[in-house]
């Protein structure tokens, strides 16, 4: 009895642990990220381009304001939460994009194979060696930094991760019995791939994209932080950052609120893509 319980008692203890405290703050965190991004026209206390000259760089905790003013007296808070929809905005897209884009062109290497998947696998390794943030800037300069170009843009980063990893499970999917058995009862390649093939990869795709979705989130950053990115009147999380350099040293809120967030949503992605890595991937098990 006493063994049976002592069982029992460890078998409770590994429920109580099949989700660690950092995942259930991570998922909150997320959970409240996009809760923000959605009713961020409802919730923010001021319009994020409206104007208070006599308040500008108010400090925070300010009786108006609450995390301060920057140099125009536009409210930091509003303006952060304005921020949060159109970076998760572009985040989101642009994972959207590389995964959808990746695994069909995947999808394509392993069903053609031959010249075509060399093709397909050149392109990858191009993008890979490519330095991305250049090819940012260069596309960016050249052609104009409008919203819809620059979620496109951000929509090649990382595809030749989603190529090889869509692939090489096709490969091996193809190779055993079930997709086999289909193909000889008539379907087409088409209804093989999305209707089997697809829904037995889909968890490790799933994990890539969660892995990818900060990374994006800090390319945004960086290329806004240069310019290059979300333009005026527009704001988002880099955009913050790179305007508050000037003001580091008088007001360091204008640019410590963005950034803080910016860490904290990445790290809480990050957490919450090696969770789900550790749990769907039964190599690791």
């Known amino acids: 009895m006493e063994k049976v319980s002592t069982m029992a008692g460890g078998k409770r203890k590994n429920t109580n642990r099949r989700f660690p405290l950092s995942v259930i703050a991570s998922v909150l965190w997320i959970v409240l990220i996009v809760a923000v991004a959605l009713l961020a026209d409802q919730i923010a206390p001021y319009q994020y381009t409206a104007l208070d000259l006599p308040n500008r760089l108010a400090s925070p905790f300010h009786p108006q304001h609450l995390l301060g003013t920057d140099e125009l007296g536009r409210d930091i808070l509003s303006r952060l939460i304005v921020s949060v929809r159109i970076s998760v905005l572009v985040a989101l ?3 959207l994009i590389s995964a959808c884009f990746g ?3 995947g999808f394509a290497a392993a069903h ?3 010249r075509v998947e060399q093709f397909i696998l050149i392109l990858a390794d191009f993008q890979a060696a490519m330095p991305f943030l250049i090819l940012s800037l260069s596309v960016l300069a050249f052609f104009g930094n409008a919203l819809p170009l620059f979620i496109g843009l951000m929509g090649l980063y990382g595809w030749e991760r989603y190529v090889r990893i869509s692939r090489g499970l096709a490969i091996s999917a193809s190779a055993q019995g079930y997709a086999g058995a289909v193909r000889q009862l008539g379907a087409s390649p088409t209804r093989v791939y999305l209707r089997h093939i697809l829904p037995n990869i ?3 795709l799933i994990v890539s994209m969660t ?3 900060p990374e994006i989130i800090l390319m945004e950053s960086s290329l806004s932080f240069l310019g290059l990115g979300v333009q005026p ?3 988002s999380l880099g955009n913050m950052v790179g305007y508050g350099r000037e003001y580091m040293t008088r007001a360091p809120w ?3 609120a963005p950034a803080a967030l910016i860490v904290t949503t990445t790290l809480a992605i990050s957490l919450l893509g090696d969770w789900l890595r550790d749990r769907l991937d039964k190599g690791l098990q």
């Open 112 to 114: 053609f194979r031959g």
């Open 103 to 105: 695994t069909i062109m």
């Open 202 to 204: 889909s968890s490790t």
């Open 211 to 213: 892995l990818s979705f």
């Open 93 to 95: 897209g642009a994972t």
């Open 233 to 235: 009147p527009m704001t």
């Open 254 to 256: 204008i640019m410590f």
